[in-house]
Every structure is written in structure tokens, then in C-alpha cells.
């Protein structure tokens, strides 16, 4: 399936038809969660390679043989992913399932399940920056225009995958409806080995403090960005264009200060105060 330059409307938001079709989200939309699946919900770019890959090592027990022979979207494959429905079809427990989708979208199918639910956040200013590289080199998503451009398009949700501002304020204002834990990529860069801990605990998966050695080891970014199965250098260049830059680019925090200009910057703390005004989530987005 190519189909690059196609775009999906579903639900009021935009989706690259490359990887969604009506019958995949649809799929998700009444796909039967059970009570033994952990899912990973992010908006893009807030660390879900990350958070994929830790929970591999976690569920095989600190093993990195998943890690390093199966692809991340095999092993933890997204729901709306057109291809999700046959990667599922032989592993009924204990799955561990991604996606990018809003709460309205999954909401009614997850909450009829006793399923562990993660949310990774990030500092959206650095989504941004990582989210605008991302476009120049996937080619299932449109071209971003200059930095200014795209941040305009991301501030009025109309970048793909939707509003960042809705989806997690939907999520964050409904988590009392689910089994969630709420987990931002600055906790993950501050305290790799912590982070382990509090999900390890979370999914009432206690490890021994050498697995969790492993897990840290395995999972820092200098070794997760030279392993074939999540860094996408196994996708052709047709659909990543490896040429225009690297899927695991920087891997840090407040890259941001080194793209917004001032006025970019006073402008997104803003919009940022307007929006969030009617949530009462509070993020420490720097470390």
C-alpha cells in the first residue's frame, strides 16, 4: 500500500492515507480491548518510539532479542494502522497496542476494558520542531513550508493527526474513566531509570534492579537510534526519504529555543495560556 500523497478525512481530522483507511479506523473505532493490553496513547512526536520500546523490554522481562529482531510496529503495532487488524490476529492477551487517535474516536471501545492505558506528553513546542522535521522527510505527509508556516498550521490544528491542544485535554480530562498513568518525555529524559520504576509498578511487573539496568541501557537514545527496528532505516526511501534526515533526530529537550524566534516563542505561550485556560493539567516541560 503506497497510496503517499492521499489524505484520509475521519471524524473532522486529517490522517495520511498511506498508513489509515476508512475500514482501519473503523476497526479501531470498535476494536475489543482486553483487560490484559497496555496501550500506548500519544499525539505524534512525544516519545512513542520511546515508550515502545520500553515496554518491550518490560514485557519480555529485560530480553532485548523483540527489541532487536521484530519491528516496533509489529511488536507494538498502531490500532488505526491499516495492516493492525492481521498483526493481531494470532495474539488475543497481553498485547501491547499504540495509537495517535483522540479520546471521541477510541474512548467507547477502550472504556468497555480494564486496559492499562499510558499517556507520553511532551512540550509542545519541541513536538513542533520535531513534527516540522518529520514532514521533510516522510513523504506520506504534505510538504511543511517554511517553520513559520507549519507552526501557524499546528496552532490552528490543522497539521495531521488534529489539534495538539484536543487531544490532550481530551485524554487528560477523561483519565478517571480509564486505568491510565500519565507520563511526560521530560520525566523519561530526567530519570530514565524512575520512569522504569513508576511503569514497572504501574503494570504490576516487578523487575530486579539489573533488569532494570538493561532496560535503562537498552533504552537511552544513543542505542535506540542505531537499532534497525524502531529508527525506520528499514523503510524505503519511497515513503522515508532518509536522504532529508533521520527519524531519531536530537532526542532532547527544549530543542525548540534553537528554531521559534521570540516573537514565534511569545506567540505560542499565548495561544498556549488561551487554550489550556480551561484545563487544569500542569506540565514542567523543561528539566
Known amino acids: 500500500m503506497a497510496n503517499l500523497d492521499v489524505t484520509l478525512r475521519y471524524s473532522g481530522i486529517n490522517f495520511p492515507g498511506h498508513l489509515h483507511t476508512m475500514q482501519s479506523m473503523r ?25 515502545q520500546e520500553i515496554l518491550t523490554i518490560i514485557d519480555s522481562d529485560g530480553s532485548q532479542v523483540p527489541a532487536k529482531t521484530i519491528p516496533n510496529w509489529i511488536r507494538t503495532p498502531w490500532i488505526e494502522h491499516y495492516y493492525c487488524k492481521d498483526v493481531l490476529q494470532n495474539k488475543l492477551d497481553n498485547r501491547i497496542i499504540t495509537t495517535h487517535l483522540p479520546y471521541h474516536i477510541l474512548s467507547k471501545s477502550l472504556k468497555n476494558s480494564n486496559a ?15 513534527f ?13 513550508g517554511t517553520f513559520g508556516e507549519f507552526l501557524e498550521k499546528f496552532i490552528l490544528g490543522e497539521v495531521h493527526f488534529g489539534s495538539w491542544f484536543e487531544h490532550i485535554k481530551e485524554w487528560l480530562s477523561h483519565r478517571e474513566e480509564f486505568n491510565f498513568l500519565f507520563i511526560t518525555y521530560e520525566e523519561l529524559k ?14 504490576e511487573r516487578p523487575l530486579l534492579p539489573e533488569v532494570i539496568d538493561t532496560i535503562v541501557r537498552h533504552c537511552s537514545f544513543a542505542s535506540m537510534k542505531d537499532n534497525q527496528m524502531i529508527n525506520y532505516t528499514l523503510i524505503p526511501n519511497e515513503i522515508m526519504d532518509h536522504q532529508r534526515g533521520k527519524f531519531m533526530r536530537k532526542g532532547i529537550v527544549g530543542d525548540w529555543k534553537e528554531h521559534f524566534t521570540e516573537e514565534q516563542k511569545q506567540l ?12 487544569n493539567i500542569w506540565f514542567i516541560w523543561t528539566l
Not at 512540550?123 to 520542531?129: A, E, L, Q, R
Request: net charge negative.
Open 27 to 51: 476497526f479501531a473505532e470498535e476494536f475489543k480491548f482486553c483487560d490484559t493490553d497496555t496501550v500506548i496513547v500519544t499525539y505524534p512526536k512525544s516519545g512513542t518510539t520511546w515508550m
Open 116 to 130: 492499562k492505558v499510558i499517556y507520553v506528553a511532551r512540550n509542545p513546542m519541541d513536538i513542533i520542531v520535531s
Open 132 to 144: 516540522y522535521h518529520f514532514h521533510k522527510m516522510a513523504n506520506f505527509l504534505p510538504e511543511p
Open 190 to 203: 530526567k530519570d530514565l531509570r524512575h520512569s522504569v520504576e513508576k511503569l514497572c509498578s504501574f503494570l
Open 268 to 279: 505560542f505561550e499565548k495561544i498556549f495560556q488561551e487554550k489550556m485556560s480551561d484545563s
